[in-house]
């Protein structure tokens, strides 16, 4: 298993387990918690491989679907809800890193320029999560809270800048994913996000 597949496995676990969650606090039911587990977790690899002109990873390997299973397995066997708060934060947050550096490795190794690895390192990390929050009729935090969005980008610029100085692959994912965790970190402890837009009166 290279890094690549190995993050791709670990975003989707955590991803799916996130949804699963979400979808049992809204009271779903199991085919719901699995479909919602399926979306927050597929999605952003999914869409990411489309453009890229490549098969969707969860039809050509079947370790994304176990990954997506066990999670939701997991989730009914515990029964037990986690509300809203800093586990499932937490959680998200990691799954946000991982998500982020898989997308833009993925990426580049199809050789596109490097804004394009940009974009879609923060395609993957939060298309997932939109559709999760979306679906679960939540308003979508990346909407109205750019701390994701913000996140994943300082993270994807990150690995593609350690990247184009040669940095090694693992290095740069370790310092990369770290980013990603601290820029939401620090966005949230000390309530930074982009200016909203008001109305005039």
Partial sequence: MNLLHGLDLLSTFVFALVGA???ADKGLDYGGIAFIAAIASVSGGTLRNILLGLKPNWITDPWIIVAVLLAVLITLLFRRVTRIGKTLLVMDTFGLAI???????????QNIDWYSAILLGVVTAVTGGLLRDVLCQLEPVLLH???IGTSALMGA?????LIQLDVANNVSAVISGTVVVLTRVLSIRFDLHLPKFKSAK
């Fill in 21 to 23: 969650r979400v979808a």
């Fill in 99 to 109: 998500a982020t550096i898989s997308g833009t490795q993925l990426a580049f190794e």
């Fill in 145 to 147: 809270r750019e701390t």
């Fill in 157 to 161: 610029i990150t690995f593609v800048s």
